[in-house]
């Protein structure tokens, strides 16, 4: 084995151990239906615990790469190349509560009010200033650092667009591509993506959700250009794609101009003890969009979303769509890029986390 655990990087020793053992997982180190090292055996070879080795262990359970059996130690059942895996587990605890449309875990409203006061006396020039098409360059920048630290996702600020909130992306999405495209959702899926794409006089295919993504015939049959997908907890089915899946989605979208749009719903919130991972940070030909909000993470009354486009899109983007004035207020943006910078947004969201963990432990 060639483990190795850097006790001096910030990132803790079961999540490197679990990317080295899922990049050896992918990368056909550990074959499917391959046993994997014992605990005890990993454990003395990286100088680790035990236990360390079992988080990581968990990890990748969790994710869909190996699964446990009783006994007899851990076993991959991961493949890129047929995209079929064992059921991911769904997730049955929404975290908004759809019938008015707020946080089941609230932005602490004392930090947002000192947060919007300190913008209004700090930066009286910039709150009157009009943004700038694709956003504020601050924001911008507040949300590539974030995403490189929550995410592994890789983004110069100018591949970053801010909307106000999903719907009004998804149209820029249809502009930016054109109306003849086709385009694939999940079925069930969030309302309001398939109300928008009908809305622009573009076809639709509804694609079955299995019990961890899109139905494998479904997807392969398809006539879709394009994919829309929830992959880490797709509303209202509450379905996460396993491991297996996502690499699938990327293996579909490799066949001919084909992209997908990533909406990263809720996965700020996930109860693992570590980021979810991206489409878009593993692709290799850049055709993921990644989306994403701050309705979950802050409030929905801030209609604030923003994706980031592939390299190649940039240009496309401001050629077709570079006249458009942005749609959130150059204040908000402000605020928002004040709670990124200063840890307020992520200390939210850990605490979050961390009480969502206890809850699930507890039975409540």
């Known amino acids: 084995m060639k483990y190795i655990i850097n006790v001096n990087d910030h990132i803790p020793a079961y999540i490197q151990l679990y990317q080295q053992l899922r990049d050896d ?15 005890r055996l990993i454990a003395e070879e990286t100088g680790v615990s ?26 991959v059942i991961f493949r890129v190349e047929d995209g079929f895996a064992v059921p991911a587990k769904t997730a049955g605890d929404p975290l908004m509560n759809h019938k008015n449309n707020t946080p089941s875990y ?23 200033q009009k943004s ?5 360059e601050g924001f911008r920048q507040a949300i590539s650092q974030y995403l490189v630290r929550s995410k592994g996702i890789q983004a110069k600020t100018e591949q970053i667009i801010i909307g106000s909130g999903s719907e009004y992306l998804y149209g820029l999405i ?17 309302k309001m993506i398939e109300q928008v794409y009908r809305s622009c006089n573009i076809s639709v295919e509804k694609l079955k959700l299995g019990a961890d993504g899109i139905d494998s015939d479904s997807l392969w049959n398809s006539k879709a250009d394009i994919l829309h997908i929830s992959p880490y907890r797709s509303y209202p089915s509450g379905v996460s794609a ?38 878009f940070s593993h692709t290799e030909n850049n055709n993921v969009i990644y989306m994403n909000t701050f309705s ?18 940039v240009t496309k983007f401001e050629d077709r769509l570079g006249f458009y004035s942005n749609t959130v207020p150059t204040y908000i943006q402000l605020v928002l890029a004040r709670l990124i ?8 969201i850990n605490r979050v986390r961390r009480q969502r963990r206890k809850e699930m432990l507890s039975g409540g």
């Open 132 to 136: 700038p098409n694709k956003g504020c």
């Open 341 to 348: 910078a200063n840890g307020d947004f992520e200390r939210h």
């Open 242 to 279: 396993s491991a297996s899946k996502r690499y699938e989605y990327l293996k579909w979208a490799e066949k001919g101009q084909r992209y997908i749009v990533e909406d990263d719903f809720e996965s700020e919130f996930s109860v693992s003890k570590k980021p979810e991972e991206s489409l």
């Open 296 to 313: 979950k993470t802050i409030s929905p009354a801030l209609r604030v979303g923003y994706m980031v486009l592939p390299v190649h899109l």
């Open 174 to 190: 249809v502009e930016l591509f054109g109306y003849e495209k086709i385009y694939g959702i999940e079925s069930p899926s969030y």
């Open 25 to 39: 997982i992918i990368g056909k180190t550990y074959i499917y239906g391959s046993k994997l090292p014992s605990k």
């Open 50 to 75: 035990v236990i360390t080795v079992e988080h990581a262990y968990a990890l990748l359970c969790d994710e869909g790469y190996i699964e446990s059996m009783e006994r007899s130690g851990y076993f």
């Open 106 to 128: 609230p932005f602490p409203y004392s930090v947002l009010a000192k947060t919007m006061r300190t913008v209004i006396t700090d930066m009286p020039d910039a709150v009157m």
